[in-house]
């Protein structure tokens, strides 16, 4: 299959060019390169031993959309390009639905007009807000409390009515829970331009010296510890996921949610103390304010995409950690390193 990939020189988008490619699907990103650095592409190749074509390109804008259409004639779409800071959205709300709502109206006016039916959305948990229930099916109400969480909502409307308007038409909704890890060859991780706005990354270079202190947001939460509770899951089983969800649209019609997660959920407290324990080094803290937009706990109940995508996390928290300490200690300069 011919897979046009947004963003695709992001965190999620580089592992997922690697198991697309492992598949022998032949790939194209279309990335604007905002929140990556297009470096990642050669050690994409380097990986895979095979090639990929890459155009820069931002989704609101049509013509370009258009001439990658025409030229590379893609089968299907991956669409990771987005902006995806809680904290961010809550400050730059006109950017959020800039890029990630009327990006989205953009490419599917773009696939329309090159006649391309199916599409793999990276959504988000956040548009659940906070829980009637743990887990979350698909079947919880959503009601984002982020400006995020909203624009993912959003979006995923926007799609599964386009999804139904035609014959053939299938939009496969992925809604991440917490992506951390990195690929096992160390060579390819989450590398932010800025401050981290996520976790992993931050306790990451906190380990490596690179910040002082990790900012804990909120101890006063109704949880074991206080702390903010998240369903991680390794990258690289997320990546499989979006293959996965690839197959899936080729045989189903209409759009579908999944929840891509584990099912089990960890605390801030527990994960510095799992990095600690895999890294050697003391992780210092700061407890800060709760950030806008946060819940207390998310957790997955992944059965529908276990059931019918065929597919399951493999990984366990001590791989998330692993990897991610090798990605982070290798490339202390993330890919300015190079």
């Known amino acids: 299959m011919r897979v046009l990939v947004t963003g695709g020189a ?26 990556a650095n297009p470096k990642v592409l050669d050690r994409v190749r380097g990986l895979s031993n095979g090639d990929l074509f890459d155009v820069r390109g931002d989704v609101r804008d049509r013509a370009a959309l258009d001439a990658v259409f025409a030229d590379f004639r893609p089968d299907a779409v991956v ?25 989205t109206l ?13 599409i793999i959305f990276s959504s988000s948990a956040t548009v659940y807000g906070a829980p009637d229930y743990l887990p979350y099916d698909e079947a919880h109400p959503t009601r984002p409390t982020s400006v995020y969480g909203r624009t993912k909502r959003i979006a995923e409307e926007l799609l599964t009515d386009w999804a139904n308007t035609g014959t053939g038409k299938s939009a496969v909704l992925l809604r991440y829970f917490n992506p951390v890890g990195a690929h096992q060859s160390g060579a390819i991780g989450e590398a932010p331009d800025d401050i981290p706005n996520n976790l992993m990354p931050f306790i990451a270079q906190v380990a490596i010296g690179k910040r002082d ?26 990546a499989r996921a979006h293959v996965a969800a690839l197959d899936f649209a080729a045989r189903q ?4 949610p999944f929840n891509i997660g584990t099912g089990q959920s960890y605390s801030v407290r527990q994960m510095v103390t799992a990095f ?20 207390a706990a998310m957790q997955a109940n992944p059965a529908r995409a276990n059931t019918e995508l065929g597919w399951k996390a493999e990984h366990a928290l001590d791989d998330m950690v692993a990897s991610a300490w090798r990605w982070q200690s290798r490339n202390p300069d993330g ?4």
């Open 10 to 35: 992001g965190y999620i988008g580089s592992h997922t060019l690697l198991e697309l490619m492992a598949q022998g699907h032949a790939v194209c990103v279309f990335d604007n390169y905002a929140n």
């Open 106 to 118: 953009t490419l599917l006016r773009a696939m329309d007009q090159a006649g391309c039916k199916r």
């Open 213 to 238: 202190v990790l900012e804990v947001f909120g101890e006063d939460y109704d949880t074991p510890d206080g702390t903010g509770l998240r369903d991680y899951i390794h990258v690289v089983d997320l």
């Open 253 to 256: 019609q209409g759009a579908r």
């Open 79 to 103: 669409h990771f390009a987005g902006l995806k800071a809680v904290g961010e959205s809550e400050e730059k709300p006109l950017d959020y639905y800039a890029v990630n709502v009327s990006g």
């Open 335 to 338: 890919y300015d390193g190079d």
């Open 276 to 295: 600690q324990k895999e890294s050697g080094v003391t992780i210092p803290t700061r407890v800060a304010p709760r950030r806008a937009g946060d819940i």
